[in-house]
Nanobody
């Protein structure tokens, strides 16, 4: 089993930045592709960004490209999501996700482990 714990959410004004972190514990020896999803009120959970295990290949939803950056530290078993130029429509609960295998982790990837989520609220 792998446990995922997100942190770094909060309230920020439009145009601001936040960095989310996701620490993995348990059976963390890889490979695991990692990623972030989000769910806004009344909407389905959607893919935000993913990163592969070995080569660190990244993928992003069109809505966040050029604004968000995903990265990982395999030594610390941590994945990050740097969010810049935030918009009110980015408001959601953000979930960390892990998928067995090297990746890539994209919108249709089967997710094996989920974090509990962290709230991000962007005010206009």
């Amino acid at each position: 089993q792998v446990q995922l714990a997100e942190s770094g959410g909060g309230l920020v004004q439009a145009g601001g930045s936040l960095r989310l972190s996701c620490a993995a514990s348990g059976r963390t020896f890889g490979p695991y592709a990692m990623g972030w999803f989000r769910q806004a009120p009344g909407k389905e959970r959607e893919f935000v960004a993913g990163i592969s295990w070995g080569d660190g290949a990244r993928s992003y939803a069109d809505s966040v490209k050029a604004r968000f950056t995903i990265s990982r530290d395999n030594v610390k078993n941590t994945v990050y999501l740097q969010m810049n130029s935030l918009k009110p429509e980015d408001t959601a609960v953000y979930y960390c996700a892990a998928a067995k295998g090297a990746g890539p982790l994209v919108a249709g990837t089967q997710i094996d482990y989920w974090g509990q989520g962290t709230q991000v609220t962007v005010s206009s």
